[in-house]
């Protein structure tokens, strides 16, 4: 039974995006801001949780000003991350993914059409220049989502954080909001196609004030976050 539902959500996830794809590209030239856009994502992701049989529960939302801008950092186990924090936080996000993304048809032309970063992992001067967009987005009063791993750990333990993330958390001046997602890989581990139904649990851990890091500490503020979501994982 399990296996059948998978196949389903498999189903519904390529027709959703051939639908919902268009729909974000439309609605593109119409807000510019991308804060109308955005909800066809958000709803896209608590459509392909209901379907996969997915729980959904966040806890420690009182910790943040739901008008607040923040840099959301997660730890990395499964494609279902995106689907929980998409559907789970009620705020404006953003997301910093790979360009390669963006070259695919209708997916990567909705990506962008809701505000998302290209980045270029295998350009440093070009992923710079990323993270400073992605900083006056979240200085602009959006939030963005990193995952500090910089991969989808394969057996979901917690892998070394890039310091990458963090010169965008500091240049943000913003709250670093650490995440710890727990279940995401027991319904679908890195390299496998079919979800199995379950309970995923994001729990938000206490902001980080960025203000008190240079960018020559960004490698002290990755161990100190890393820390935070450990202590979250471990709760």
Known sequence: MAKIRGVIFVIFLVLSVLIM??????LGP???SGRLAHKVPRLWAKLLLKVAGV???????????PHGSYVFAANHASQFDIFALEAGLPFEIRWLAKKELF???????GLRAV???????????????SLAAAAEKVKEGLCVVIFPEGTRSPDGRLLPFKPGGM???IKSRRPLV???????????????ILPRPGKIRVIIGDPIDTRAYSLRDKERLAEDLRQKIAAGLNS
């Open 21 to 26: 794809g268009p729909v974000a590209i439309f």
């Open 30 to 32: 119409f807000d510019r």
């Open 55 to 65: 729980r959904l529960e966040v806890v420690g939302l009182e910790k943040l000003d």
């Open 103 to 109: 070259d695919i048809p209708i997916f990567g032309h």
């Open 115 to 129: 505000g998302n970063i290209p980045v270029d992992r295998e350009n440093p001067r070009e992923g710079l220049k």
């Open 167 to 169: 010169v965008l958390a």
């Open 178 to 192: 650490p995440l710890s997602i727990v279940g995401s890989h027991e319904v679908l581990p890195k390299g496998k």
